[in-house]
């Protein structure tokens, strides 16, 4: 096994309630596969988690809990994780590639209060993985991150390198399995008509000028012969997806994964990047189809008023957190296996001020996602929408101890709980939409994350 040591190092750190010491122990590997480290870590299910940015420049696996953020603090979850985070990393000393990550998520909306599938889970939740792989550049990284109140934890840690060589061993050696697609037995599309009705009464508030535009959403109940591992469906999605950002979170007993097409924000050594996709169409069976259907998009009213309200709202936000605000004057399309967006991306450089989990809270929801404007569309989301999005459509990715990060809009997802599955999708509602399109473009959303789970809609 080819080592190469980095740091092994002892810091007092702190958080909210207490002082800790945080050890960190990090070495260079010989290239593994991601996917086969996250399933080496089978003892740790309910507390893994997998990342693979559009590039495919950067991979990141954790395994077990060093420690944990979470909170229902509403509007202020965002600023107190944030804290959290900078008061537990402040002492670090920050070496290139080599830093703990923070990685995790918050819902969509801190309001909804139905239970379902998302009745366990906090309005935010992050972890700090006890045994963390990073990929970058081609090389590979295995931190051991260990945070506790104990004087002396030597053996502990100890305990831990024995650990983090047996779960590289079984990484590198073991035959990568290969995972069959699971068996469905049943297919439900809960309050369907509650959805198709919701659409009539919200267009209805836009004819009205209460709202300009409203994204309603709905979910696919899935049923399966026996319960599905994590590793199983994400490796459906990885070979699956290639072009999308790849994530999986676990928590207690579920798995929420996807394939995400869009960016929220990244900031990297200063410079802040983001992506408004909004407005989508279906891909053709052939070139030509496929062609004629980008250009109609270009040239639809509706899609490109869609898309103007997310170009606008993001500029917005990053005009007043960022200088040097870069953005192109017309979109262009992004297109993925299943579905064509309008894409505009935006990039500018921080103010001294501004940090990434400030640029997810104030970009988060987006028009995409929520509506215009903000307030009256997400009051309006509440009152016809019958489920929680949970993380759903809502901020997942991660943020390192010098505030370098980026995290995904969490669409084309599902949520895993043993032999059941939870799929959503959802699409912006204008004064023109109809019942019947709105449904069919769902339909659209729906396919990667069904195919995944072995499922197939008609064409």
Not at 29 to 50: P, T
């Amino acid at each position: 096994m080819h080592h190469k040591w980095y740091n092994a190092t002892e810091v007092e750190v702190g958080s909210l309630n207490s002082k800790h010491h945080f050890y960190m122990e990090t070495m260079e590997v010989s290239r593994l596969s991601a996917l086969a480290f996250f399933a080496a870590g089978e003892k740790y299910k309910g507390k893994r988690y997998f990342w693979q940015n559009r590039e495919k420049t950067f991979t990141l696996v954790g395994l077990g809990h060093a420690y944990t953020i979470e909170n229902n603090a509403g509007q202020v979850r965002f600023d107190k994780v944030e804290q959290e985070w900078k008061q537990l990393t402040k002492n670090i000393v920050k070496e290139e590639d080599l830093q703990p990550i923070l990685f995790g998520g918050f819902t969509f909306d801190p309001q909804n209060e139905i239970g379902g599938e998302w009745s366990t889970f906090p309005q935010s939740f992050f972890a700090v993985a006890t045994f963390q792989l990073i990929i970058r550049d081609d090389k590979a990284y295995v931190s051991i991150h260990y945070i506790t109140d104990e004087e002396n934890s030597s053996q502990a840690f100890e305990q831990l390198r024995k650990e983090r060589d047996h779960l590289i061993h079984a990484a590198q050696v073991k035959e990568l399995k290969t995972y069959v697609k699971p068996m469905m037995t049943s297919y439900q599309e809960p309050y369907k008509e509650e959805y198709l009705h919701s659409i009539e009464q919200v267009t209805a508030h836009i004819k009205a000028e209460e709202a300009q535009k409203v994204v309603i959403a709905r979910s696919l109940a899935l049923q399966f012969e026996e319960e599905v591992a994590s590793s199983q469906i994400l490796s459906h999605v990885i070979h699956e997806q290639p072009e999308s950002y790849l994530f999986g979170l676990e928590h207690e007993e579920m798995l929420f994964f996807g394939a995400s097409p869009e960016r929220l924000v990244k900031v990297e050594e200063g410079r802040a990047f983001s992506s408004c996709i909004a407005g989508s169409i279906r891909r053709g069976h052939t070139v030509e189809e496929d062609e004629t259907l980008g250009w109609s998009l270009l040239n639809d009213v509706k899609n490109r008023g869609e898309h103007h309200y997310v170009v606008e709202m993001i500029t917005e936000t990053f005009e007043q957190n960022c200088t040097n605000v870069k953005v192109p004057k017309q979109p262009k399309l992004l297109k993925i296996r299943d579905i064509q967006h309008l894409y505009t991306p935006v990039e500018g450089i921080l103010n001294e001020e501004a940090t990434i989990l400030q640029l997810v809270k104030n970009l988060h929801p987006t028009p995409a996602l929520g509506g215009v404007p903000r307030k009256e569309a997400m009051d309006i989301i509440r009152r016809y929408e019958p489920m929680n999005r949970g993380l759903y459509a809502a901020p997942i990715g991660w943020v390192d101890a010098d505030g370098n990060g980026e995290f995904a809009v969490a669409i084309r997802s599902a949520a895993l709980l043993g032999n059941r599955a939870f799929l959503y999708a959802g699409g912006g509602i204008v004064e023109d939409s109809t019942p019947a399109s709105e449904y069919e473009e769902t339909l659209v959303k729906f396919r990667p994350m069904l195919r995944a789970l072995g499922g197939k809609l008609s064409e």
